[in-house]
């Protein structure tokens, strides 16, 4: 990666010990907040993507999970021959 101009400081609103853990984290690995940020910016920069999975990522996901599971469970249904012919659905819900 190369070095980056550091000529511009941004600051932003989180939660005091959540830093203070973090730095803890960076510390451990020879490391601090600023470079951290820096190589997830530039990361972002380079990959145009997020390098993690976000929360929006794992709400997607749970949807997409519960639709599988509730096609696998019809696809179930219909092999054991519990579902419902097309005249019975038109009749049940007035089609």
């Known amino acids: 990666m190369e070095n980056i101009a550091k000529n511009f400081q941004v600051s932003f609103k989180t939660d005091q010990k959540?830093?203070?853990?973090?730095?803890q984290v960076f510390e451990e690995k020879n490391s601090n907040l600023t470079e951290i940020?820096?190589?997830?910016?530039q990361t972002v920069v380079e990959t145009h993507d997020?390098?993690?999975?976000?929360?929006e990522d794992r709400k997607r996901q749970k949807i997409i999970d519960e639709l599988k599971a509730g096609i696998e469970e019809?696809?179930?249904q219909y092999k054991e021959g519990k579902a419902l012919s097309h005249e019975e659905v038109k009749e049940r819900y007035g089609l």
């Open 74 to 76: 019809s696809y179930q």
């Open 18 to 23: 959540l830093v203070q853990e973090a730095r």
């Open 50 to 55: 997020i390098p993690f999975e976000t929360k």
């Open 37 to 41: 940020m820096n190589e997830f910016l």
